[in-house]
């Protein structure tokens, strides 16, 4: 299946997730003036046993057009992924029906990170440029909370640039 992407915004993506940037204007003002607050961006949600992480992963870059043929999810809490540099990264999420259904394709913009909701099927992290790493909050428990899809028919994305 051929996906082509979109730009990434709150709005197609709030069924999977949260987009996190500095769209508009701040919540607030700190810092004596110098610094803009936009507060609490995403739903985080551990599940009642779990607690929040951050861990750094380091991905290989992929280039487009990529191919998927693997999409997972997290049951027991959400996820987010935060760039620590500039570059653009690809989102691959589906809607749910006893599996993942409807794939869309998000190119993200400078600035932008991600908050998958609980349960959102996901491709897997994938920067487009190097080095690839990433600020990642996401539920540390006991449970496995992993859940894996592969694809009968790979989806090829690319971008319509």
């Given at each position: 299946?051929?996906l082509?992407?979109?730009?990434?915004?709150a709005?197609?993506?709030?069924?999977?997730?949260?987009?996190?940037?500095c769209?508009?204007?701040?919540?607030?003002?700190?810092?004596?003036?110098?610094?803009?607050?936009?507060h609490?961006?995403?739903?985080?949600?551990?599940?009642s046993?779990?607690?929040?992480?951050?861990?750094?992963?380091?991905?290989?870059?992929?280039?487009?057009?990529?191919?998927?043929?693997?999409?997972?999810?997290?049951?027991?809490g959400?996820?987010?992924?935060?760039?620590?540099s500039?570059?653009?990264?690809?989102?691959?999420?589906?809607?749910?029906?006893?599996?993942?259904?409807?794939?869309?394709?998000?190119?993200?913009?400078p600035g932008?990170?991600?908050?998958?909701?609980?349960?959102?099927?996901?491709?897997?992290?994938?920067?487009?440029?190097?080095?690839?790493l990433?600020?990642?909050?996401?539920r540390?428990?006991?449970?496995?909370?992993?859940?894996?899809?592969?694809?009968e028919?790979?989806?090829?994305?690319?971008?319509?640039?």
């Open positions: 299946m051929k082509t992407c979109e730009p990434l915004t709005t197609a993506f709030a069924p999977f997730g949260d987009v996190l940037d769209a508009g204007a701040p919540d607030k003002m700190i810092n004596a003036g110098l610094c803009g607050r936009y609490d961006r995403a739903q985080l949600d551990f599940g046993d779990g607690r929040a992480g951050i861990s750094v992963f380091r991905a290989q870059a992929r280039s487009l057009p990529y191919t998927c043929d693997l999409l997972e999810r997290h049951p027991d959400s996820q987010a992924f935060i760039p620590m500039a570059d653009p990264f690809l989102v691959i999420v589906a809607e749910d029906n006893n599996g993942p259904v409807n794939p869309r394709a998000f190119l993200t913009a932008q990170g991600i908050n998958f909701h609980r349960g959102t099927w996901h491709g897997v992290l994938t920067p487009l440029a190097e080095p690839g990433f600020a990642v909050i996401d540390i428990g006991t449970t496995p909370n992993l859940e894996e899809s592969y694809l028919e790979p989806l090829i994305i690319d971008s319509d640039q």
